[in-house]
T-cell receptor
């Protein structure tokens, strides 16, 4: 089955710096890759996602890149702010799998001002 | 906030007992998944229901079972509770197996003592 590896497990940056989180997946059939942000005690919330027919997607300060050949995808956050501090999870999903996501173990991002 | 609601929000059970957790999916969503999130870990896929039938299962023993009702709400049942079952249980819904974003509920925090 699918396995998703996520690195680093913790990331500390200064406000205004960029942050990059990387994930690799094992199942070449996976075709949907969302990123979730989870604040302490709250539900995971989708921040950006990408399908396998696209190499890059941007939404304001957040971008995701996908390399299907290497089976890895990355989250890029620019101009980080203290409110970006949270745990970020990457995930992968096979076609027609609905809500059956396979998650990475998460990255705790700390942005200090 | 999503339209996915879970009950109860917190629960304490004794080892060996049984528990039922409930999830009301967002209106129009016919696909529901359940996840177990241990402290400091990513959500782990338990199983998914599509139109009242189990449609995919993760690496969880048979004492984890579920139901989906005609209104697409869902239950997660766990028998013979073990201490390691202590976790945040999340449900997620979407409107079809091929849809993209999965919307998460706020979770049920289960503590087994």
């Amino acid at each position: 089955g699918e396995n998703v590896e996520q690195h680093p497990s913790t990331l500390s940056v200064q406000e205004g710096d960029s942050a990059v989180i990387k994930c690799t997946y094992s199942d070449s059939a996976s075709n949907y890759f969302p990123w979730y942000k989870q604040e302490l005690g709250k539900r995971p919330q989708l921040i950006i996602d990408i399908r396998s027919n696209v190499g890059e997607k941007k939404d304001q300060r957040i971008a995701v890149t996908l390399n299907k050949t290497a089976k890895h995808f990355s989250l890029h956050i620019t101009e980080t702010q203290p409110e970006d501090s949270a745990v970020y999870f990457c995930a992968a999903r096979r076609p027609q799998a609905g809500t059956a996501l396979i998650f990475g173990k998460g990255t705790t991002l700390s942005v200090s001002s | 906030e999503t339209g996915v609601t879970q009950s109860p929000t917190h629960l304490i059970k004794t080892r060996g007992q049984q528990v039922t957790l409930r999830c009301s999916s967002q209106s129009g969503h016919n696909t529901v998944s359940w996840y177990q999130q241990a402290l400091g870990q990513g959500p782990q896929f338990i199983f998914q229901y599509y139109r009242e039938e189990e449609n995919g299962r993760g690496n969880f023993p048979p004492r984890f079972s579920g139901l989906q009702f005609p209104n697409y709400s869902s239950e997660l049942n766990v028998n013979a509770l073990e201490l390691d079952d202590s976790a945040l249980y999340l449900c997620a819904s979407t409107n079809d197996r091929v849809a993209t974003e999965a919307f998460f509920g706020q979770g049920t925090r289960l503590t087994v003592v």
